[in-house]
């Protein structure tokens, strides 16, 4: 019996939180399981509490719902693994081992594992940042992305599993507080100078990063998830760009619209975390395999992100 249903993990994450909702819109709310380690509320059936390294759980939740599908979003993100690197491996790794091992030996339709930015490290060019390119992260969180990429094409290969992934960039998200990101600067940010006019920031404000606007993260998601599999030469490794800002050209950006807006800067260990990784990447071939562009620049994300947080928080 061909599996219908999609299920997606880590669900009340910065990504998951938003992608739920277009997942049920798109494909009907009893078609899309949502599952994460924290309790179910109100709002959020049909879902799992599942917490990935438990394999048997996760079986037993693809089998109840007859899954098709699984978007794997859950994960322990770059900061926060830095702090529990142990947590980090078992997350990243483990879980991510339980969900390629149940779909193949269900034979899952496809699976989408997003990878990230800290898949780089020093060595990798930092500018225009090739696809195929040196991977030799100094973190917890970027080694798991990188054995993330390997083994998703080594099921692809070996078993003939559908699964693919992105590179995301830091992503900005107007809904969903950050979560222990290297890039989390470019959410709290906002929240800061909207409510208290000053922000002091955790890297130099020279330091520049690859950035996405979470509606751009949502399109480039479903873009690849529903592009035909002949036209992939990449599977599980796609660089994705949105555009490219430093701290200080973010902050300025905002302060046009809040002239009475502050910055100052105490640079952390997050510090060493972003000087590992590019400036910029070149998405050429998400472009050329499955039409990848974004629709947000620096000015176009500020204006909806200050728009949309003055209406959350009442301002």
């Known amino acids: 019996m061909k599996r219908r249903k999609i299920l997606v993990t880590g669900a009340k994450g910065q990504i998951g939180s938003e992608l739920v909702p277009l997942l049920r819109?798109?494909?009907?709310?009893?078609?899309?399981?949502?599952?994460?380690?924290?309790?179910?509320?109100?709002?959020?059936?049909?879902?799992?509490?599942?917490?990935?390294?438990?394999?048997?759980?996760?079986?037993e939740v693809v089998d109840r719902y007859n899954i098709g599908t699984v978007y794997h979003m859950a994960a322990i993100l770059s900061a926060t693994g830095?702090?529990?690197?142990?947590?980090?491996?078992?997350?990243?790794?483990?879980?991510?081992?339980?969900?390629?091992?149940?779909?193949?030996?269900?034979?899952?339709?496809?699976?989408?594992?997003?990878?990230?930015?800290?898949?780089?490290?020093?060595?990798?060019?930092?500018?225009?940042?090739?696809?195929?390119?040196?991977?030799?992260?100094?973190?917890?969180?970027?080694?798991?992305?990188?054995?993330?990429?390997?083994?998703?094409?080594?099921?692809?290969?070996?078993?003939?599993?559908?699964?693919?992934?992105?590179?995301?960039?830091?992503?900005?998200?107007?809904?969903?507080?950050?979560?222990?990101?290297?890039t989390d600067y470019a959410v709290e940010i906002f929240y800061e100078a909207l409510k208290h006019r000053r922000y002091t920031a955790f890297l130099k404000p020279e330091t520049r990063l690859p950035m996405m606007y979470m509606p751009d993260c949502l399109k480039a998601t479903l873009m690849l998830m529903e592009a035909p599999l002949s036209n992939l030469k990449h599977h599980t490794d796609f660089n994705i760009s949105g555009m490219s800002f430093s701290v200080e050209e973010l902050a300025m950006e905002i302060k046009k619209r809040i002239p009475d807006f502050e910055i100052s800067y105490e640079p952390d260990y997050r510090q060493q975390i972003a000087d590992s990784w590019p400036e910029s990447v070149d998405d050429s071939a998400a472009k050329e395999e499955w039409g990848w562009s974004p629709d947000y620049d620096l000015p176009s994300m500020v204006d909806d992100m200050l728009e949309r947080l003055r209406e959350k928080l009442g301002l």
Request: charged letters at 30%; glycine letters at 12%.
């Open 25 to 59: 819109e798109k494909y009907g709310r009893e078609n899309v399981i949502s599952s994460d380690i924290k309790p179910e509320e109100e709002g959020d059936a049909p879902y799992e509490v599942l917490d990935v390294r438990d394999g048997k759980r996760l079986a």
């Open 82 to 182: 830095e702090k529990n690197p142990q947590l980090a491996w078992n997350v990243n790794v483990g879980g991510l081992y339980n969900v390629l091992e149940v779909a193949r030996e269900r034979k899952l339709e496809r699976l989408f594992i997003p990878s990230s930015i800290a898949a780089f490290g020093p060595e990798t060019p930092r500018v225009k940042t090739p696809q195929d390119t040196v991977l030799k992260p100094r973190t917890i969180y970027g080694i798991s992305k990188v054995i993330g990429e390997r083994l998703g094409e080594y099921y692809f290969w070996k078993y003939g599993l559908d699964v693919r992934g992105v590179r995301y960039p830091g992503i900005i998200s107007s809904k969903t507080l950050p979560g222990g990101g290297t």
